[in-house]
């Protein structure tokens, strides 16, 4: 298994896929939102839903290095290194080791040993981790949302960040005593993780979908350490009057999307879903940035922030009203 001190020194040059398979309501990506507020270093995470309902099968990706030139991607992750499932009846119905390089970690949430996860997977080459998340959840919470306990299966094997980062995370996301259970949750399931390490002794080869730095232009543009609006590379009007921030992508789509500030609980999913840094926030008083708008000239209106607010804060309006019949007689 891999030290504390290797992981430090292969994320200096990779970046470290993860990806979480859940049950709709079950926290996969509220986990994937963690492991990004609690790594110290450069990181994204996204989303994927298929049929948005309780109960369905989703998946979450998440980018973590301490290069910052390799995690300016939002595509999904097609090769992650640490693979967690929230719920075991997705083994058969969804490859969860799709694209796992060998010698990655798969962890799973379950009652089953290892050997008998082994034999569901095709990838025999992978080291394997379990925990029953659901027990802990269920009388340390006293609800079975497994997100928190998986992440303690996490730290175990990946140590891409601390309990105590974990744990300040969590603090900062939920309050009093649902941030204690949840701490509480995450310590106990990191004793619990039962390990088990592929006898093969296979070393993870993070050369494996890690992003060449700046392939598409040269590091000499102007901007290249900006994430700038409209998911861009250049953007120094002093330098070159050229670049995303002055196309117009707000022009393409056919709604106009309305923030409604009165519903918004400034939970940032909206923020880490956009493709286009369309979603303007502000550092407040309290040294926290704080939602406080969407950028029109650059908002494409892909509805993404749409699909994914949980209190409904922000709608859709169509840019073009509706078209008259005939002009009026005289």
Request: aromatic share 8%; charged share 20%.
């Amino acid at each position: 298994m891999l030290t504390e001190k290797q992981v430090k020194e292969i994320l200096k040059d990779h970046c470290l896929n993860l990806r979480f398979h859940a049950r709709g309501g079950q926290g996969g990506v509220t986990a994937s939102n963690l492991c990004v507020e609690s790594f110290d270093g450069y990181g994204v995470c996204q989303p994927k839903f298929g049929a948005e309902r309780m109960g369905s099968p989703t998946e979450s990706y998440v980018r973590l290095s301490a290069n910052y030139d390799l995690v300016r991607s939002n595509e999904q992750v097609y090769v992650p290194h640490f693979v967690s499932v929230l719920d075991d009846s997705l083994l058969s119905e969804v490859d969860v080791t799709a694209g796992m390089p060998d010698g990655g970690w798969l962890i799973v949430n379950t009652t089953m040993n290892q050997n008998e996860v082994g034999m569901t997977i095709a990838n025999k080459n992978l080291n394997i981790a379990t925990i029953d998340a659901t027990n802990i959840a269920m009388e340390v919470l006293g609800r079975n949302i497994t997100n928190t306990v998986i992440l303690g299966a996490l730290i175990r094997v990946s140590h891409l960040f601390t309990i105590d980062q974990l744990a300040d995370a969590i603090m900062t996301r939920f309050k009093g005593e649902i941030a204690g259970k949840n701490v509480k949750a995450i310590k106990r399931a990191f004793e619990e993780t039962c390990l088990y390490e592929n006898p093969g002794g296979v070393e993870i080869d993070f050369k494996t979908d890690t992003k060449v730095p700046w392939q598409q232009v040269s590091l000499s543009l102007p901007g290249y350490k900006e994430l700038d609006p409209a998911g861009v590379w250049y953007c120094d009007n002093k330098i070159m009057r050229v670049g995303s921030d002055q196309v117009n992508t707000g022009s393409w789509g056919e709604w106009n999307i309305v923030w409604d500030e009165e519903k918004c609980t400034d939970c940032a999913q909206c923020w880490f879903i956009c493709p286009d840094f369309a979603i303007i926030t502000e550092k407040g008083e309290d040294g926290k940035f704080h939602m406080k708008g969407i950028n029109t000239f650059f908002c494409k209106s892909c509805q993404n922030c749409i699909e994914i607010c949980p209190v409904n804060a922000i709608h859709k309006e169509p840019k073009q009203g509706p078209g008259s019949c005939a002009v009026p007689e005289a």
